[in-house]
Each structure stands twice: as structure tokens, then as C-alpha cells.
């Protein structure tokens, strides 16, 4: 998975089953991670950037990642900023401190939700049973990350390959969200 | 279903990801407490209903959660424009001109 965007982050959890292996698609819980909410005006754009270790991304639906860091693009003025599980303190207290002197607002929501990663040729299939996008590679390109409605529950879906995705709901939502994509899926098993 | 212009994502999208908060432009009055009631009621409640062309207020609440205003045809639901708030209100009338209306 080495060509993958952010493999050093999103990684599967190893202590999980795969919620669904099969020759087209699979299914994996992603391991737990460092997330941060971020928002803050232009002035405090570079500052944050800089002490998070990743650039903020200013264009709609962008990612920029680092080592071990990426930063998502929620709204012109929102950020999700990823980081390993063990690292919060460090990257939380190196942004405060660095805009200590401008209007910001920086919140750990790691807890908040959880990630799976939908892989394989019907990868796409599988997510248009649930959501209205075009997820072809012209006009949802690799890195391209967007908050959207799975069905009837907020998710956000993060490409980090051609047939790889993050796809992130809040933890209460999860199961309603892996359960129906598992169920959606054994369609193809039927095939 | 409508697909609805994000001018802060800038991307189309399912009207499922969005949500009407209806007409647009009304403005707080600058000083409540030297407003009348008839004034505050008119700023609360009264909203034109317009048949045909209208700016409304929509809101990307599963997206960006950004308000941005569209300009809409309320008989056929064609969008005629889409842009940021805090952008003045466009020309009505010569959008419906535009648009053949």
C-alpha cells in the first residue's frame, strides 16, 4: 500500500477482522488517530501550517500531507488536521502555542469518529450505493476529500488511491455506515 | 432531484447535502431597541413568497457547512445563480431577462 497518499497514517487496524474480504472489494477498520478540528482566518494560515508540519490546503476538497501528517480541507476556513494516535500532545501544544496571539479555534476530535478504509475495483460501485457523487478520476481526483451524506448519515470520504478510500463517520453512525456498505456489497458475492 | 452549485466547494451537488433557510438579503435592523414592534415584526416574519424569481439562503450543512444565496426560479426550480454571502444581491430582473423569462 506504499503508493498510497498518507499509508504512513491511515493504516488498517490490526487488531481488527476485516469487516469484508473479497477478490473486488474489502473492507477494513482503519487504527485510531490523532484528529483535530481547526479553524482560523488567513493571517494564522502559514503559522498553523507550519507548526502542524503539513501545509493548510486553501483550494475547495484539497489535501496536503507530510510525514505522518496530512490536513484536510473542510471550508474556507476549516481544516481537519490527522496525526499518529501518540502524537496529540506534541502537535496539539505546538499549534496553540504558535497562534497563541491570533483568533483560532482548535478542538481534538479524535474520539468523534472512526475510519474505514474501502478498497478494490468495485470500490467506487460500492460507495455510489450510497452516495450521490462522481467518484470518476476526472472529477474526483486522488487526494480529493469531501464531506457528504452516506445514505442518511454524514460521512466524510477522503480518495487516497485510484480504488482506496477513507471513509470517516462519527462513531454512533459506524455501524449503520459499515453495515449497509458490507450488505451493498454482498450483492457482488451473489454474482 | 436538484443539483445545486457550491460556491464555496465548487462542486455540484445532491440537494440532500444542502438545506433551504429561505429568502435572502433581510437585514437585522441596526439598532433593535429603536425599532417598533410593527418593524420588528416586519424583519421577523414578513418574507415576499415570490412566485417566479427569487434569492434565497442556502446552507452546505453536509459539506462545508457554509451559507452561500442562489438565485431561483420557485415555479420550475431552474437555479439562475449561486453566490457567496456577503456578495451584494444580483439584479433580479435581468437575470430573468437572461434566462429568457
Given at each position: ?173 459506524m455501524e449503520y455506515v459499515a453495515g449497509l456498505l458490507v450488505q ?8 | ?101
Amino acid at each position: 500500500m506504499s503508493e498510497l497518499l498518507a499509508s504512513d497514517l491511515i493504516t488498517p487496524d490490526a487488531g481488527e477482522t476485516p469487516l469484508l474480504s473479497l477478490p473486488s472489494i474489502s473492507i477494513l477498520k482503519a487504527a485510531p488517530l490523532t484528529r483535530l478540528s481547526l479553524r482560523c482566518r488567513e493571517a494564522a494560515q502559514k503559522d498553523a501550517g507550519a507548526a502542524f508540519g503539513a501545509e493548510l490546503p486553501l483550494s475547495p476538497l484539497s489535501n496536503s500531507t507530510a510525514a505522518k501528517r496530512a490536513a484536510l480541507w473542510m471550508g474556507p476556513d476549516e481544516w481537519t488536521l490527522l496525526a499518529p494516535e501518540d502524537d496529540l500532545r506534541t502537535v496539539f501544544d505546538g499549534i496553540e502555542e504558535k497562534l497563541s496571539a491570533q483568533p483560532h479555534a482548535l478542538v481534538d476530535i479524535s474520539d468523534r469518529s472512526e475510519a474505514v478504509i474501502v478498497s478494490g475495483d468495485k470500490a467506487v460501485w460500492l460507495l455510489n450505493t450510497g452516495i450521490f457523487i462522481d467518484f470518476s478520476l476526472e472529477l474526483f481526483p486522488v487526494g480529493t476529500v469531501t464531506r457528504t451524506l452516506f445514505h442518511k448519515a454524514p460521512v466524510m470520504i477522503w480518495r487516497t488511491g485510484p480504488d482506496t478510500f477513507v471513509v470517516e463517520a462519527w462513531v454512533s453512525f459506524m455501524e449503520y455506515v459499515a453495515g449497509l456498505l458490507v450488505q451493498s456489497a454482498g450483492e457482488l458475492e451473489a454474482a | 432531484m436538484l443539483l445545486i452549485y457550491c460556491p464555496y466547494c465548487q462542486v455540484e451537488r445532491a440537494e440532500t447535502e444542502f438545506a433551504c433557510r429561505g429568502e435572502a438579503h433581510i437585514a437585522r435592523p441596526a439598532d433593535p431597541s429603536q425599532t417598533t414592534d410593527e418593524e420588528w415584526v416586519e424583519f421577523l416574519y414578513m418574507r415576499d413568497n415570490t412566485k417566479g424569481i427569487a434569492a434565497e439562503r442556502w446552507r452546505h450543512i453536509h459539506g462545508c457547512g457554509r451559507f452561500f444565496n442562489a438565485v431561483r426560479d420557485t415555479v420550475s426550480d431552474n437555479f439562475l445563480k449561486f453566490y457567496k454571502a456577503g456578495e451584494p444581491k444580483p439584479d433580479l430582473e435581468a437575470l430573468a431577462k437572461e434566462a429568457g423569462k
